[in-house]
């Protein structure tokens, strides 16, 4: 099937589209430098950068894929989660295409559409598959029996999202809105055993009672305290250290988790998506803890990590190819859509 995805969750307007599990183009249109003065997305700015970017998004990836918008047998639109303002822009022109051409839509879970995109990576997903989730709003570890209708949450963080520790530390330290690729980046150059910060929920009764379950703030905080700490004493701060520090403590616990789910349900695979799923240390962290245990990671390339219209367009196109019922034409959107629910 031809499906043509629209993705409007947060600040990047993402047009893909997806020919079966083969990509014909990812088109995406960031309202990010608006928002960076501000030091986080502020939504009515993103609707508005949404409303004008839409039609000239769709355009371009149909120019660019060399497709007629009637030669699509579906469209598909992340109906949430995500920002309420931001959601009903892309659902709105969803459906006036869908009412327009008379094709099917598809409203799609966000975060499954961060599982599905890896399908126009590396083929269709084993079922099951074990997903770990590692977003700016979610950090999740899924089990996923069929991304079309079934993923089950075996745990997720009790406070903030991996993303969302990233992007915060990053401006305790000084580096530019969003923080998560610059704390990737200056860690390259520090001492990742510098300094020994803590992992939260792996211990004791907390590992018992929240085994699939994942606590950022605790870590976020140390951080600050430390930097606030070496601050005040005048000394200055080794931001490549506190950075590489910081990073290991997350990807330290991500992989060990996802591995250890992967090996108590007998599961052989296991995919990273979202945007850290971006992360060079998580990608290489979780390579070698694969290898070593056997199981087969997939990671999606960089780019279909973070937000784009290409991973709802592959959802979308595997709900169609799996013989999935459309939505229906009025569907809503739903800002805090749960991660277990695939369709809207
Ligand atoms: P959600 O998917 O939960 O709705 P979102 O769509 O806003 O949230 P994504 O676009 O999936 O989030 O991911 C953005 C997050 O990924 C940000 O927090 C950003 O800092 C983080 N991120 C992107 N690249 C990297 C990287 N290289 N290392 C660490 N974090 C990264
Ligand atoms: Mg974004
Ligand atoms: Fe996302």
């Known amino acids: 099937p031809l499906v043509l995805g629209i993705e409007t969750s947060c600040d990047e307007t993402g047009v893909g589209i997806v020919r079966g599990q083969t990509l014909l183009v990812d088109t995406v249109a960031s309202s990010v430098e608006e928002h960076a003065r501000f030091g986080g997305v502020v939504p009515e700015v993103a609707s508005r950068a949404h409303l004008e970017a839409m039609v000239p998004t769709i355009e371009r990836a149909c120019r660019e894929a060399g497709v007629q918008l009637r030669d699509l ?62 977003s700016g709003g979610h950090s999740s570890l899924l089990l996923v029996p069929d991304v079309t209708n ?19 530390v990053a401006r305790v ?8 690729p610059h704390v990737d980046r200056a860690a390259r150059e ?71 789910a992967c090996k108590e349900h007998d599961v052989e695979h296991l995919l990273i998506g979202g945007g850290v799923a971006a ?37 979308g196109a595997q709900m169609v190819a799996k013989g999935r019922e459309p939505s229906d034409l009025g569907l809503p959107t739903d800002s805090s859509m749960p991660v277990t629910l695939v369709q809207a």
């Open 150 to 168: 079934d993923v089950r949450s075996l745990g997720s963080t009790m406070d903030d999202a991996a993303g969302e520790a990233f992007d915060k």
């Open 73 to 134: 047998d579906a469209i598909s639109v992340t109906s949430g989660p995500g920002l309420a303002g931001a959601l009903l822009v892309g659902v709105a022109s969803a459906k006036a295409l869908a009412l327009a051409l008379g094709k099917p839509i598809y409203g799609v879970n966000h975060l499954a559409s961060h599982v599905a995109v890896d399908i126009v990576e590396h083929g269709p997903l084993p079922e099951p598959t074990m997903a770990m989730l590692v």
């Open 190 to 260: 520090g001492n990742r055993i510098a300094i020994d910060f803590p992992r939260g929920l792996t211990t004791g009764r907390d590992m018992e009672r929240h085994r699939f379950d994942f606590s950022f703030s605790g870590l976020k905080t140390a951080v600050a305290r430390w930097v606030e700490t070496r601050q005040r004493a005048g000394e200055t701060v080794p931001v490549a250290d506190v950075a590489a520090s910081f990073q290991e403590a997350v990807v330290d616990v991500l992989t060990r988790k996802a591995l250890l």
């Open 279 to 315: 992360n060079s240390r998580l990608r290489a962290l979780a390579q070698e803890r694969c290898d070593k245990a056997g199981v087969n990671l997939r990671v999606p390339r960089p780019g279909l990590c973070t937000d784009n219209g290409a991973m709802v367009a592959a959802l």
């Open 173 to 180: 330290l000084g580096l530019p809105f969003p923080g998560g």
